[in-house]
């Protein structure tokens, strides 16, 4: 088949970008002729809370990327449409994240549809239909997408149930979200830690990705305080105001035992950070699916997960990590048992065997079963 995959994409940067990069990828592996529409204007400066929208990675090799879509101008959707439309697509797989994005993609979904001279079927691979911080308009923008589209797929089961709620919302699939094996491979940990100054022989947890109040780094550093000799590894850039977690650090006097790197961590460096590290912590208030409990199962990283959203679907509990309450507590607890009863053996070879759930062959066997 012609694929069109209307997403984000290089020169891009962020997860979104990456994983459908690698989806095109793997859906030109299984034969299929795939073109990438991608946005020239993503977010406007005043709406992106990060220093930059864009990485100085190399682009993807082998991969079709056209540049053109703007989010804010209509006139440029019916011209994006139109184009697309042109290219006599059989199936067009648009993802989803947000909100903002309904006006833009549905109307070039319908435009693309109207005028291609061949039936179009579209689906929608929806990472969340209606977004942790919660803004006016979310429904009515998400509804408007929602009928652009033939069916769905998601990688969180709560995101299905999200979009079952919208009346006359198609058929919904689940595929659990796909291991980012596009890292490259580990480090030696001593060499790792050398590398971020971090002392060898102390146990450390990683928190890693963009920080916003959903993603409870602060219940983490609470955490923290509950558990002496335990160091923390902050790997991320802030969106949004850090003084609080600051605050948190120096009233419990974490200095010493936080390692902080506040900027986006590049592809290139990601293997560093979680090859440093010994467990990795996603203590969301908060959430669908993460990509970053993907990233830990391909570096073979145990994680302590919260019980919200589908957090719970990628990790089992006492297996492949801990699935604990979104307090500082549970977390602190988790923590302790992890390093005090040495459990990093049996939950390493734990994640080893979760690992196989999580291919990319599934999630494209789905999207296509879809499209058909």
Same mark, same amino acid.
């Given at each position: 088949? *012609?694929?069109?995959?209307?997403?984000?994409?290089?020169? #891009?940067?962020?997860?979104?970008?990456?994983?459908? !990069?690698?989806?095109?990828?793997?859906?030109? $592996?299984?034969?299929?002729?795939?073109?990438?529409?991608?946005?020239? #204007?993503?977010?406007?400066?005043?709406?992106?809370?990060?220093?930059? %929208?864009?990485?100085?990675?190399?682009?993807?090799?082998?991969?079709?990327? *056209?540049t053109r879509l703007n989010?804010?101008?209509?006139?440029?959707?019916? /011209?994006?449409?139109? $184009?697309?439309?042109?290219?006599?697509?059989?199936?067009?797989?648009?993802?989803?994240?947000?909100?903002?994005?309904?006006?833009?993609?549905?109307?070039?979904?319908?435009?693309?549809?109207?005028?291609?001279?061949?039936?179009?079927?579209?689906?929608?691979?929806?990472? =969340?239909?209606?977004?942790?911080? *919660?803004?006016?308009?979310?429904?009515?923008?998400?509804?408007?997408?929602?009928?652009?589209?033939?069916?769905?797929?998601?990688?969180?089961?709560?995101v299905g149930e999200e979009?079952?709620?919208?009346?006359?919302?198609? $058929?919904?699939?689940?595929?659990?979200?796909?291991?980012?094996?596009?890292?490259?491979?580990?480090?030696?940990?001593?060499?790792?830690?050398?590398?971020?100054?971090?002392?060898?022989?102390?146990?450390?947890? #990683?928190?890693?990705?963009?920080?916003?109040?959903?993603?409870?780094?602060?219940? /983490?550093?609470?955490?923290?305080? %509950?558990?002496?000799?335990?160091?923390?590894?902050?790997?991320?850039?802030?969106?949004?105001?850090?003084?609080?977690?600051?605050?948190?650090?120096?009233? *419990?006097? #974490?200095?010493?035992?936080?390692?902080?790197?506040?900027?986006?961590?590049?592809?290139?460096?990601?293997?560093?950070?979680?090859?440093?590290?010994?467990?990795?912590?996603?203590?969301?208030?908060?959430?669908?699916?993460?990509g970053i409990s993907q990233?830990?199962?391909?570096? !073979?990283?145990?994680?302590?997960?919260? =019980?919200?959203?589908?957090?719970?679907?990628?990790?089992?509990?006492?297996?492949?990590?801990?699935?604990?309450?979104?307090?500082?507590?549970?977390?602190?607890?988790?923590?302790?048992?992890?390093?005090?009863?040495?459990?990093?053996?049996?939950?390493? !070879?734990?994640?080893?065997?979760?690992?196989?759930?999580?291919?990319?062959?599934?999630?494209?066997?789905?999207?296509?079963?879809?499209?058909?």
């Open positions: 088949m *012609k694929i069109l995959l209307l997403s984000p994409a290089h020169p #891009l940067r962020g997860g979104i970008a990456a994983s459908s !990069e690698r989806l095109a990828q793997v859906l030109q $592996e299984a034969g299929h002729e795939v073109v990438i529409y991608s946005f020239k #204007l993503q977010y406007p400066a005043f709406l992106f809370p990060g220093k930059t %929208q864009f990485t100085d990675d190399p682009p993807p090799p082998g991969l079709t990327i *056209k989010s804010v101008n209509p006139l440029n959707w019916l /011209l994006v449409g139109s $184009e697309m439309a042109r290219e006599k697509p059989d199936k067009i797989i648009v993802r989803f994240w947000l909100p903002f994005m309904g006006p833009c993609k549905g109307t070039v979904l319908r435009v693309a549809r109207w005028l291609s001279p061949k039936k179009t079927t579209v689906t929608a691979l929806v990472d =969340n239909i209606i977004p942790h911080e *919660k803004r006016p308009g979310d429904r009515l923008f998400a509804r408007y997408f929602i009928g652009a589209c033939d069916d769905f797929v998601v990688m969180s089961r709560s979009i079952k709620g919208f009346a006359g919302a198609g $058929e919904v699939r689940f595929a659990p979200h796909p291991i980012y094996d596009t890292y490259g491979a580990a480090l030696d940990k001593s060499t790792a830690r050398r590398q971020l100054g971090i002392p060898d022989g102390v146990p450390v947890v #990683l928190f890693f990705g963009f920080i916003r109040a959903y993603k409870g780094l602060d219940l /983490l550093l609470q955490a923290l305080a %509950q558990t002496p000799g335990i160091h923390a590894l902050i790997a991320g850039e802030c969106y949004e105001d850090w003084q609080p977690y600051q605050d948190i650090i120096d009233k *419990k006097k #974490l200095a010493e035992r936080v390692h902080l790197f506040t900027d986006f961590i590049p592809a290139a460096e990601v293997a560093v950070f979680f090859s440093a590290a010994d467990l990795v912590v996603q203590p969301y208030r908060s959430a669908t699916q993460s990233i830990a199962y391909h570096f !073979e990283k145990p994680m302590i997960v919260t =019980n919200v959203g589908g957090l719970p679907e990628i990790v089992t509990d006492g297996v492949s990590g801990y699935v604990a309450l979104p307090e500082p507590g549970a977390i602190a607890g988790a923590m302790q048992d992890f390093f005090a009863n040495d459990r990093t053996a049996v939950m390493q !070879e734990g994640v080893r065997r979760e690992k196989a759930r999580f291919s990319w062959e599934n999630l494209v066997r789905v999207l296509v079963n879809a499209l058909s």
